[in-house]
């Protein structure tokens, strides 16, 4: 057993262009302040990070920790969540997704994949220049728009479509790999990589690849009304990251899973600040202990009601005081008959 890391929070949420959180100095002042030890940085998001100067610089990278360090805090792990999208987008949402990336790549989808291709390969020598040890991603999707087999899908479509995105994706590990990096795939609604199922899939198509994991967030999972805890009996060797993110459903005669294109407040299952949802987080940190996960849980902050910065200040506690230090002795201890080959012997009737 291992104890768990934390609290950090993802600052994707957070940065602004208004003070504290307009720079990674100003917004690092303010959660040392609150209790933060650790920040997961958004790597598309030039007021946190120069990713091309922290893949390339070891000096650039060590003044970026310097700026944390000075007031308590470290990187969790690097995010591309948005460029690791564009590594594979199906052409229907080409438009919507040209804002991920630079204006220079909208509207030719093979260079912007190109581009976010690099963006990854920048992001693992970065981390390796930082002393990081996980990225955390989006697969992007290839087969999303078939997830409901209406018209019924071709035979053999989904094995196309996993073998294409493992082809894309197969070359980018073998990079983190010669970094010493590990690719913590969030899944998520949306990507190819979003439940257990697709994740054996994708490990499949990679041949068991060592540097494909799973960033952990229960919250994608209470809206898919998958069995969470169960989730980490099945894949705890593969988990390297963890979103702290709580989630509710509340069924209702008029809509599911799929929302019915409402906006979120008013959706059946819908993201909360931590505390507010139905996440049972004293069963996801036991397990997760249990199986000796000491990476860091960070917070991933969305809700549709409360403001952002409440959800900041509550939420150090609130993973302060769900972290368990693990035990380094036996509770019955006090109890042993101490250890003899001939007393067991003995107690065995032999």
């Known amino acids: 057993m291992k104890t768990i890391k934390g609290p950090a929070i993802f600052l994707a949420q957070f940065m602004d262009d208004k003070a504290p959180f307009n720079s990674l100095q100003a917004i690092g002042g303010w959660l040392a302040d609150l209790g933060y030890k650790g920040v997961q940085i958004p790597t598309w998001d030039k007021r946190c990070i120069d990713l091309e100067q922290a893949a390339t610089s070891k000096t650039y990278a060590d003044d970026i920790k310097g700026v944390l360090a000075e007031r308590g805090l470290e990187i969790t792990e690097l995010s591309v969540h948005l460029q690791s999208q564009l590594v594979a987008t199906h052409p229907a949402y080409d438009t ?93 609604p949306g990507e190819d990589l979003h439940d257990g199922i697709t994740f054996e899939r994708f490990l499949h198509a990679v041949d068991g690849h060592p540097r494909a994991n799973i960033l952990y967030d229960p919250s994608h999972f209470v809206l898919q009304q998958l069995d969470y805890l169960q989730f980490i009996d099945f894949y705890h060797e593969r988990i390297k990251a963890f979103h702290v993110k709580d989630a509710e459903f509340l069924y209702n005669g008029k809509s599911g899973i799929y929302g019915g294109y409402q906006d979120w407040i008013d959706r059946p299952g819908r993201f909360r600040s931590l505390g507010d949802g139905q996440v049972d987080f004293n069963g996801i940190f036991t397990k997760l202990s249990r199986y000796g996960f000491d990476g860091w849980a960070v917070i991933e902050w969305e809700c549709c009601i409360k403001d952002p910065v409440q959800g900041a200040e509550e939420g150090v506690a609130f993973v302060n005081d769900h972290i368990i230090q693990v035990t380094t002795k036996t509770f019955d201890d006090f109890a042993s008959a101490g250890a003899d080959e001939n007393l067991n012997r003995q107690i065995l009737g032999l």
């Not at 190109?114 to 920048?122: D, F, G, I, P, S």
């Not at 999707?141 to 996993?162: C, D, I, K, M």
Request: glycine share 8%.
């Open 96 to 188: 919507m997704f040209d804002g991920f990336a630079p204006a220079q790549y909208h509207g030719n989808a093979k260079d912007r994949t190109a581009w976010a291709t690099r963006q990854v390969e920048l992001a693992a020598q970065a981390s390796e220049n930082l002393g990081l040890k996980t990225i955390a991603a989006f697969s992007g999707s290839l087969l999303w728009h078939t997830v409901y087999p209406w018209p019924q899908r071709p035979a053999g479509l989904v094995e196309a479509g996993f073998k294409e995105l493992a082809a894309r994706w197969k070359p980018l590990l073998d990079t983190c790999d010669s970094h010493g990096v590990d690719v913590a795939f969030e899944l998520h």
